[in-house]
């Protein structure tokens, strides 16, 4: 069997499998708007990681910016 006609009879098997099943759950949109969530909150924690060891960096005396 070539690897096309494989490719074809599970992709075939999968979509009848798929409409056969009634109950999907929720629709992507609740899942989407959590993730931008979580991604923005990962933002933010990041930003201000970042923000309190610059600031931490600057306060030692005599400290340079690496080149």
Known sequence: MSLVTYLHVALTARLAELRRDGERGDS???????IFGLVFVATVVTGVALAKANDW??????????Q
């Open 57 to 66: 960096m600057n306060a030692i005396p005599g400290h340079k910016n690496p």
């Open 28 to 34: 992507p949109v609740p899942t989407a708007v959590i």
